[in-house]
């Protein structure tokens, strides 16, 4: 199994950026794992937001942040990241991470959550 915590989420103004990390432990039953990242706003559905193949080659972006966020990993350290550039109000949401045997846009692909972790936009 796999365990994951997210951290970096804070209260951060309008076009300001702020980084996500996801630290990860365990494995799957094959080792690796891909990781997804979803938000949450309140009132709203769960979305998908970006996610990351195992070995780094694949990537995803929702239209909403293509050019704005970055997902990276960096095995070694059993890391996850979420770089977030010029920020908006509505990226306020709770920021979960997510892992599961293959990369993803659905969030019933993945079979480990971390607890969130929340990010405030102001205008």
């Known amino acids: 199994q796999v365990q994951l915590v997210e951290s970096g989420g804070g209260l951060v103004q309008a076009r300001d950026s702020l980084r996500l990390s996801c630290a990860a432990s365990?494995?799957?039953?094959?080792?690796?794992?891909?990781v997804g990242w979803f938000r949450q706003a309140p009132g709203k559905e769960r979305e998908f937001v970006t996610a990351?193949?195992?070995?780094?080659?694949?990537?995803y972006y929702a239209d909403s942040v293509k050019g704005r966020f970055t997902i990276s990993r960096d095995n070694a350290k059993n890391m996850v990241y979420l770089q977030m550039n010029s920020l908006k109000p509505e990226d306020t949401a709770l920021y979960y991470c997510?892992?599961?045997?293959?990369?993803?846009?659905?969030?019933?692909?993945?079979?480990?959550w971390g607890q969130g972790t929340q990010v405030t936009v102001s205008s």
């Open positions: 365990g494995r799957t039953r094959s080792n690796g794992y891909a």
């Open positions: 990351i193949s195992w070995r780094g080659r694949t990537t």
């Open positions: 997510a892992a599961g045997p293959l990369i993803s846009t659905s969030s019933t692909g993945y079979n480990y």
